[in-house]
């Protein structure tokens, strides 16, 4: 469908896979004229400023750094649960900075990333097949079929949800919670005594040596650019109702849509066919775009994909998320490097290390290895260096709570402690400290 022809709904007319199965399509209609009525949540000149920094980064002059909780939830939208998920990002992002010697583009999975795809529609709880969870905008974590039947009222709550975390999120990053003064008290309690708390606080203590020094000798650091923080936000574009309500024309003399739910959208592997409604729906949106990349990928199709999403081949426009695990990313990377390379498309390269990685422990338990995702972020870098092609940025999935749910890094977190606090719903997500660590360690390969 040519751009002339596209509008928010013309992807009503493509197949929309990973939707919930909304019971009563009348309340459904209801809920998203309600939202379409209700104010956007990020602004076109705001989702103009990121497509501009990620130019820089597709140019090689920045670098992406993309991370928070693998499905948000209700229950934790809270200031200290906010708070603690921005500082270990600020934290990631200081230490990506000095010690890699590169401006960082900051983008949160956050004020939005309420929906999950699932491989099934259903699941077996003792015993019992009922819907599956598929995030809290769509039904509850909770294991009863009551609980599990999709509520369109849900996709209000996340609206409302996400406002209220960018409005504390704005909150932070421009009040004076993100100065560049304030770098120590970035760390966490149980961050501070441990090795890697130890590194960052020596690289913020050389920080605030010499913010002290250009005071003294007269240089101002009372300024936007020491005491706030461009921070954007991102989610999976899934539940396509939600994102068409919020989807806006630009008033001023730009226009153009933008959709207005997240200044990033990224579409998955299992929305990503060429001729469904995900690509359609986001074909026309001005927004940045991620899209993820799996070992099923096919690059002819990548290459069509591409193309239609960005016929303009705008530099900041697309970002790859590839997300192949540690054993296979060298035989899945290579080929797209070159294939995209090739046809001379702009693009940023960025890898998930998280995905593919995933393993059950002999408890059940769903984990990662820091060791796998730090393989597989080694062999991202230095097969980018091989094609003459440039590692952008990185996708994590993580939280500032003192977590045990992926196993390995400094304190080598065992199969057996994940019990000790795993909290997630979803996916396993790396800790605070866990965190810091691989900042410490990509900064190393950034500097490289």
Known sequence: MSMKNWSKTSYRNKTALQQPGWPDREQYEKVVRSLSALPPLVFAGEIRDLKARLAQVAAGRAFLLQGGDCSEEFARCTAPNIRETLKVLLQMAVILTYAGNKPVVKVGRIAGQYAKPRSSDTETVNGENIPSYRGDMANSIEATPEARVPNPERLLM??????????????????????????????????KQSPMGRNYERMAKRIG????FMETIGIPTDTPQMREVQFFTSHEALFLGYEEALTREDSTEAGGWYDCSAHMLWIGDRTRQLDGAHVEFLSGVRNPLGIKVGPDHD????????????????PGRITLITRFGAGVVEKHLPPLLRAVKRAGCHVIWTCDPMHANTFSAESGRKTRSFDDILSELQCFFELNWAEGTIPGGVHFELTGDNVTECIGGGRQLSAEQLNLRYLTTCDPRLNAEQSLEMAFQIAEMIRS
């Open 158 to 191: 996340g609206y409302h949800m996400s406002a209220a975390t960018l409005n504390l999120l704005r909150a932070f990053t421009r009040g004076g919670f993100g100065s560049l003064h304030r770098v120590q008290a970035w760390n966490q309690k149980f961050v």
């Open 209 to 212: 040596d010499a913010i002290k």
């Open 299 to 314: 690059p002819d199709t990548m290459l069509a994909l591409i193309e239609r999403l960005n016929p303009e081949n705008e």
